[in-house]
């Protein structure tokens, strides 16, 4: 392990790295800086991302994260699968985001076609893809405060993701990879008395979930410990291309599902259920409101989806495909709000069985890639604070 | 010697101890050991099945009844394990450093009454429930327990690890800073029983426990007895998040074993001094005390021990429901508010004690001097806010990194100029600003 | 927050209450999960039903299906016909360490030989294990739970779809058929 050698002027001098390396006599007062590697394997990272951390103490000097080490060259992948095929990789990036990035595939293949996906398929879709988004933010939930070193919480938000998990399991036969979203519709009609079930589930979480936020959201700790750090500005936020939950704590009013919608959303937008709530103070502790904000108005979303989908009259849930299904030729870019942000597909088809090229564009790249500029300054036990709060998931980092 | 007072024998004072046969002194000695290693298998079950339930999970429940033979299945893995030694450790303290902890955890109970004088059984000696006493018992105990952070600062240091060292570092600076408020809030307790020793402290407590007469030294005790123990809410030392693991992150084995067992006697320990001086020590609880043989032969060992245990089940609770504190934030707690209000309780405990004792003041004279005392403090403070201290304004000047000749931070108010790639400036110079600068232009052109 | 401390003892009344609750834990080997039966556990193969057309194979994304057939004749059914000559299945494994669980290779089959079951229990301690080969796919077949009821709204099965339509057709013929006999009756008479 490389280490830093910074001459400088007792603990002062820390803030001074990179600068003085051609001044000063060495010798004298020295100091010498720390390099701390968080990760690849590490706790707090989840994954293996890993944060090479220049240190003065306890302060951060200096970080660079560091990415790849869960590189599966999935775009690459995608050229050489069809557009079956490429949705098991798609929903494998971000593995707490399946189904919504399931989705931007087959949307994207659906327009390249001219597509029209039937309105129950529609509905239902928009449907898992909130319940979708309320585990992926309760599994967050849960892992933040044990990153801060409460441990009761993530055990409370995996009894709501259970609940939710066993209706996305009788729907989809899967629990995270679900495979369900099929170019034209759902792979498969709902079960019978699954609506009923959806909707209890839905009643349940929305009924347990205050309870994480007594134990954690208001405790004096858990304040102190998230408020005013890791601030992020607005300005910040569109230097790096930060999307999501994390972008609308810190007050850019950005919402894909209002401000360009699909599925059902533009209904939904009107009808008033769904609420695009933003931040002010773009701090850990905003972020992590912003997150039990958006789970109920998930589930609100979802119940409007249940509704809607019990009132439609009967019809398919997918449209009949060709034996082999080729897009025409052309590009199309279809993003779409992930829970963790914007996720964009671009597709460019040559009129073949496989894309010629299928661009990722992952939330958590570009959340991760702010890091930096926030943890200058802070002290280790921050830099958790503030990395458990970008809410990462790192294969969509790595892709 | 002894006191009969209603039927229970007390230790009267210290002459008590010391007039063990060996064999007896030996027997205590081991019974100790044995009652600490027991108590901390089953701590350590009591802490997982607890904190299971507060997460509606089971906990333990598989191995022996309630799963109560669970701590016993870990640690016999544990000795299993491969003892891994470190390349970069420093073998002789990484060895030591472990035992440090853990003797040290077993020493301090040497001075805890858990009785009182009782019969022995097949023999017609009397002996007090306690292995021995000093003088100052209470002072050994925070020795013992200062020495014992040696093991884990030292364990910090040799393993040679960035975590480790700065697990080891947090642990140091907490120490230093919560034994000094743990010891001030001992200090009332001290002036209110007259003596060190722990023995004579429980005796002092016959009338009335001190935790509520002294609820501001229980409190800052308390809470500084959490900080002592690196537990849960200020486990920074050993935080996983952060530090991995902090001090014992390349611990194995017994090593690791021998640490985690030093942590719940710690907690034993600091739970059965604050029993000792808060709760009355082994003494009845009050509805239980008003039957005369509560107090008498080997019931106290059960009062005890239900006192000890209820501090365990806070240090669950605590560590189920709260996040870890900032070290910061837990360093500005303990200087900036545990330690001041000890040293004013202190010297309000003493003036009161002194006072009473001498006979000279009347209470009314006391609460009106109190009263007064109040006022002032609040007039000041508002004095204090209304006027403001005026910050000396940071000059808006460029910053000067050399300026002086040699490297110097920014003052407040400069900021730091951009970080030059390096090579670009030629070492040894002696530059002065003009030169600085208009390299440093020069440099930005040649980008 | 109404004041400092406020928090903590929301939070340590949470915890308090959920002490006294009973626990979620499902004891697994005690009490084994109830799984929905799309729950994608394991493939079946139901050989019977296979007619080596590598279809499942060739679509797998994760190339985890092995097939080996060789062809065989079969005597002529009818006196005099040809010989023909079909696939027999020398070989079906799925390999399972592989294996993505998307469940292609079942949507790809046209003949239905390939099923989900929702058994997990296969763990192996040699990676090897892992791959199942037909006998043991077979065996899994046992398990196959049927598909659950579809939603009152959804489309009807196209089989009912297309066969309503030959009924109605039927229906319609049928009706035209007695109403020109009713016709001729009436000319007749």
Not at chain 1, 104 to 122: D, K, N, S, T
Not at chain 2, 145 to 157: D, E, K, N, P, R
Request: aromatic share 10%; with cysteine; hydrophobic share 45%.
């Amino acid at each position: 392990m490389a280490e830093e050698r910074v001459v400088g002027v007792g603990a002062g001098a820390a803030g001074f790295g990179g600068y003085d390396r051609g001044g000063g006599e060495p010798g004298g007062l020295a100091t010498q800086d720390m390099v701390l590697n968080i990760g690849p394997q590490h706790p707090a990272t989840h994954g293996v991302l890993r944060l090479r951390i220049t240190l003065d103490g306890e302060r951060i000097v200096g970080c660079e994260p560091i990415v790849g080490y869960m590189h599966r060259g999935v775009e690459k992948l995608f050229e050489v699968r069809d557009y079956r095929q490429i949705i098991v990789l798609a929903n494998r990036h971000d593995w707490l985001s399946a189904f919504s990035s399931e989705l931007g595939v087959v949307m994207a293949v659906e327009r390249m076609l001219g597509m029209e996906v039937p309105e129950r398929a529609v509905w239902a879709r928009t449907l898992l893809a909130e319940m979708n988004r309320a585990l992926n933010h309760l599994m967050f939930l849960g892992s933040y405060p044990i990153e801060l070193g409460a441990i009761t919480p993530i055990f409370y938000a995996f009894r709501e993701r259970e609940t939710l998990q066993q209706v996305m399991e009788e729907i989809s036969g899967g629990r995270m990879h679900y495979m369900f979203n099929r170019v034209g519709g759902l792979k498969e009609d709902l079960p019978a008395g699954w609506l009923d079930r959806a909707s209890a589930a839905v009643a349940a979480v929305r009924r347990r979930v205050p309870q994480i936020e007594d134990l954690i959201f208001g405790n004096e700790i858990f304040l102190a410990r998230t408020r005013g750090v890791g601030t992020i500005s607005p300005e910040l936020i569109s230097a790096y291309g930060v999307s999501g939950p994390i972008a609308r704590a810190s007050g850019v009013d950005f919402d894909l599902r209002r401000d360009e919608p699909y599925l059902a959303y533009p209904e939904l937008a009107e009808e008033g259920v769904l609420r695009v709530t933003t931040g002010e103070d773009g701090d850990c502790h905003s972020r992590f409101g912003m997150l039990l904000e958006q789970v109920s108005v998930s589930l609100d979303l979802a119940d409007a989806c249940i509704a809607r989908l019990r009132s439609l009259p009967q019809g398919p849930i997918n449209q009949r495909l060709p034996k082999i299904l080729k897009a025409p030729e052309g590009a199309t870019y279809c993003w779409t709000e992930n829970p963790l942000g914007i996720n964009g597909y671009y597709l460019v088809s040559r009129g073949e069985k496989t894309p010629w090229r299928l661009k990722l564009r992952s939330a958590s790249f570009n959340n991760i890639a702010v890091l930096p500029e926030v943890l200058r300054g802070c002290v280790v036990a921050d830099m958790i604070a503030i990395l458990g709060s970008m809410f990462f998931v790192v294969g969509d980092i790595d892709k | 010697m002894i006191v009969q007072a209603l039927g229970v024998r007390t230790v009267d004072d210290l002459s008590e101890f010391g007039t063990d046969p060996w064999w007896l002194s030996l027997i205590k000695a081991v019974l100790i050991f044995v009652f600490l290693l027991l108590l901390t298998l089953f701590n350590i079950w009591f802490e997982r099945r607890v904190v299971a339930r507060m997460q509606h999970r089971a906990g333990p429940n598989k191995n022996g009844p309630f799963g109560l033979l669970q701590s016993l299945a870990d640690a016999m893995k544990l000795m299993l394990k491969e003892d891994i030694m470190v390349k970069a450790a420093d073998r002789l303290l990484y060895v030591l450093a472990p035992v440090i902890s853990v003797i040290m955890a077993f020493l301090a109970f040497a001075v805890i009454p858990f009785g009182p004088v009782v019969d022995v059984p097949f023999t017609d000696r009397q002996t007090p429930l306690q292995l021995t006493d000093l003088p100052v018992g209470v002072l050994f105990v925070i020795a013992v327990a200062s020495v014992g952070i040696y093991g884990i600062v030292l364990g910090g240091w040799a393993s040679g690890s960035t975590y480790s060292l700065l697990g080891g570092m947090r642990s140091t600076a907490q120490v230093i800073s919560y034994e000094v408020a743990m010891s001030l809030a001992l200090v009332a307790v001290f002036l209110y029983a007259g003596s060190l020793s722990t023995s004579e402290i429980v005796n002092a407590q016959q009338r009335l426990w001190y935790a509520l007469i002294l609820l501001p030294s229980f409190i800052i005790f308390w809470v500084s007895m959490v900080g002592e123990t690196n537990r849960a809410p200020f486990d920074m030392p050993e935080a996983e998040g952060e530090l991995v693991a902090g001090y014992f992150t390349e611990y194995s084995s017994m090593k690791f074993a021998m640490f985690f067992l030093a942590e719940y006697i710690n907690m034993v320990t600091v739970s059965a001094v604050a029993t000792t001086l808060f709760l009355g020590g082994w003494r009845a609880p009050w509805p239980l005390s008003l039957w005369d043989g509560a107090n008498a032969g080997y019931w106290p060992v059960l009062w005890f021990l239900a006192k000890v245990m209820m501090f365990m089940f806070v240090f669950v609770w605590l560590r189920g429901t709260l996040p870890r504190v900032r070290y910061d934030q837990f360093m500005a707690l303990g200087w900036k508010v545990l330690i001041p209000v000890a040293l004013l309780w202190t010297v309000a405990v003493a003036t009161i004690r002194a006072m009473t004792l001498d006979g000279g003041l009347d209470r009314r004279v006391l609460v009106g001097g109190a009263l007064v005392a109040v006022l002032l403090f609040l007039l000041l403070s508002i004095v204090g806010e209304r006027a403001p201290k005026e910050e000396p304004e940071a000059e808006e000047q460029p910053f000067d990194p050399f300026a002086g000749g040699y490297p110097v931070p920014p003052m407040p108010g400069q900021r730091l100029p951009r970080p030059e790639p390096a090579g670009v400036v030629p070492g040894g110079a002696q530059p002065d600003q003009e030169d600085d600068t208009a390299r440093r232009s020069a440099t930005e052109e040649g980008d | 927050m109404s004041s400092w401390g406020s928090g903590l003892i929301r939070g340590l009344r949470v915890t308090w209450q959920n002490l006294a609750r009973r626990s979620v834990t499902a004891q697994y080997p005690d009490a084994p999960p109830e799984l929905p039966p799309r729950s994608r556990g394991v493939i079946a193969l139901f050989e019977e039903n296979c007619t080596v057309c590598m279809l499942c194979a060739r679509e797998c994304p994760c190339w985890c299906i092995y097939i080996d057939s060789h062809k065989e004749a079969v005597p002529p059914v009818e006196e005099g016909a040809r010989e023909r000559s079909t696939n027999v299945l020398d070989r079906f494994a799925i390999d399972y360490s592989l294996c993505m669980y998307c469940g292609i290779c079942i949507e790809a089959c046209p003949f239905d030989a390939l099923e989900w079951s929702p058994e997990f229990e296969y763990a192996e301690l040699d990676i090897r294990d892992l791959t199942h080969e037909k006998d043991r796919l077979r065996e899994w077949m046992w398990t196959v739970p049927a598909p659950p009821g579809l939603d009152p709204a959804a489309a009807e099965p196209k089989e009912i779809a297309t066969a309503q339509k030959a009924a109605e057709k039927a229906a319609a013929a049928s009706q035209g058929q007695a109403a020109e006999e009713t016709r001729d009756d009436g000319g007749g008479s």
